[in-house]
């Protein structure tokens, strides 16, 4: 089954977990860096690492999209492709 074969999953912002440990395991799971993450998804490695920070003055909660489009990567990044390969 390849990343473009796997169902459509509905956005549930009832998920929301903001927290950055979540957040950083979402990206440990996709296999990507803080910065190819933000790149993918479409936010600066700046408000990334806002998002990333341990609870401080430089720490921002992650909007449920960035967390959604975080656990897409991670999904898909599980799913071999046609050759049995783990896309990356």
Avoid: C, K, T
């Avoid at 990206?27 to 806002?50: F, P, T």
């Amino acid at each position: 089954m390849s990343a473009h074969s796997l169902p459509n999953r509905q956005p549930d912002a009832s998920g929301h977990d903001p927290r950055q440990e979540y957040l950083r395991s979402l990206l440990v799971d996709a296999g990507l860096s803080q910065r190819e993450a933000a790149r993918r998804i479409g936010v600066s490695e700046r408000m990334m690492r806002y998002y990333l920070a341990d609870e401080s003055a430089d720490h921002r909660p992650a909007p449920y999209v960035v967390q959604f489009a975080l656990e897409e990567l991670a999904r898909r990044h599980d799913v071999p492709d046609a050759d049995n390969n783990v896309q990356d």
